[in-house]
């Protein structure tokens, strides 16, 4: 069995992207799966270019029982955000966003590993994007 992953998309605009996702536990969690793809997102309306990153702005967490680590995805991933177990917030970067700084090998998109879960345990995350695409 696998842990049971939804997710929404709230808005997928030509600038910015509002995602919805929600984890029940079955014990077995998960590490480093694809939560933002990229290439998933809409192109650019006007240029037609295809989404080849995000920046994060805000995210908005529930996390009952278990703590979330995302990551940017790329050859060897670097860490973009730790969120703790029992813990829900709203951290909003839009001052600035967090921009994806991972080095070689890197996708663009976003990654998830579950902390410490079982059974039971969920998730609950809202993540507003910016999204950035391919030159012209």
Known sequence: ????????VIQDGGRTAVLKYTNISDGT????????????????PITKQACNGVTLQTITFSNIGMGVELLWDATANVPLLNLPA????TIDFSAFGIPNDAGAGK????????????AGDTYLL??????TYASV
């Open 1 to 8: 069995m696998a842990d049971a992953l939804t997710s929404q």
């Open 86 to 89: 029992d813990w829900e917030d």
């Open 29 to 44: 969690g998960q590490s480093a799966a694809v939560l933002v793809s990229a290439a998933g997102l809409s192109a650019d």
């Open 126 to 131: 809202v993540l507003t994007v910016t999204k």
């Open 107 to 118: 996708t663009g998109d976003i990654l998830v590993t579950t902390v410490n879960h079982t």
